[in-house]
């Protein structure tokens, strides 16, 4: 995309710019694949429509394993992109949770959300709560959804996303105790890759999407802010995810020694690659660390499972 300064009223890149006339421009297209059954790793995915008026969908893997009666761990999935890019339609996160998903041996539900700066945020929060009040009407066995009917253990519910994406799943997690929330839904753990939590040079582009906001201290963008709500997280255990050149490790840092200094009586563990990037395992996938990083997601996730699920 050919900058041009005098025709542009607000600029972050590399993710969007706003024109005077009022377009919003990207720097980068995303790219969308249907719902397929995937080669190498065996796995389906179809897509699910879930509020037509706000565009909320998400796209359902299925892993080879699946024996009838038998339930597998459920992952919710947040897909990243600062707010306001990418999708869980595109190439990069189809790939990417068939992967998670055929490793792990989970069913996984990839939400798609509205972006900003078309949706402010909190658009992202109320639409991924939503997904999980539509999920919560499969736990008896009679949702709109036979995978989910069928296969998924409502006792055993992952939380995951990367970076913007980990921050939704940080404050989905928060809202689970904070909202009226049903029993049918048990949120064991939320898993944080290399979360966006700001980093002070990312505070305008926060101000631009969230305008209600009360500014770089909202425990929505900085968690550890608000040590009280803090330890209302809705799960038993939380992973963080970090890399060593990523510009928002310190931010990841901060929230783990936050959440370990609050009153929330979960656990929590940390773990760190050196070296790497923000997201570096979406666009390096087959290399050694991003194959490291996996097997932490599938241990943390398989944790205490029996043998036969696994």
């Not at 249907?34 to 796995?43: K, L």
């Not at 097997?295 to 043998?307: D, E, R, S």
Request: hydrophobic fraction near 40%; include cysteine.
């Amino acid at each position: 995309m050919a900058p041009n300064s005098a025709d542009t009223l607000h600029d972050f890149p590399p993710f969007f710019r706003v024109h005077k006339n009022g377009k919003i421009e990207r720097y980068l297209e995303t790219d969308f694949v249907p719902s397929s059954h995937d080669p190498t790793t065996d796995v389906q995915s179809k897509d699910v429509v879930i509020s037509p008026e706000n565009a909320v969908s998400a796209r359902l893997f299925l892993p080879k394993s699946t024996i009838p009666n038998q339930k597998l761990p459920l992952l919710i999935y947040v897909h990243g992109g600062a707010f306001s890019i990418e999708s869980a339609f595109s190439s990069l996160y189809h790939n990417y949770l068939n992967t998670l998903v055929a490793e792990a041996k989970v069913i996984a539900v990839s939400i798609e959300y509205r972006l900003a700066p078309e949706y402010a945020v909190p658009a992202c929060y109320d639409d991924c709560w939503e997904v999980i009040k539509w999920m919560e009407l499969h736990a008896g066995g009679q949702g709109p959804d036979p995978w989910l009917n069928e296969f998924a253990d409502f006792d055993r519910v992952f939380l995951a996303g990367d970076s913007a994406g980990a921050n939704i799943a940080h404050n989905t997690a928060i809202r689970v105790s904070l909202d009226e929330f049903g029993s049918g839904i048990k949120i064991v753990g939320i898993i944080l890759v290399h979360p966006f939590f700001g980093n002070g040079k990312t505070d305008n582009l926060w101000m631009f999407i969230c305008p209600e906001t009360s500014g770089s201290n909202d425990p929505r963008l900085n968690p550890a802010a608000d040590l009280d709500l803090l330890s209302k997280l809705g799960c038993n255990r939380v992973l963080v995810c970090t890399a060593g050149k990523d510009r928002f490790k310190e931010r990841g840092l901060i929230y783990y020694d936050a959440v370990k200094n609050s009153n929330w009586k979960g656990e929590i563990e940390i773990f760190d690659i050196e070296g790497e990037d923000h997201v570096f395992h979406l666009f390096k996938s087959t290399c050694e660390n991003a194959v490291l990083l996996l097997k932490k997601i599938v241990g943390f996730m398989n944790q205490n499972l029996p043998p036969s699920v696994l």
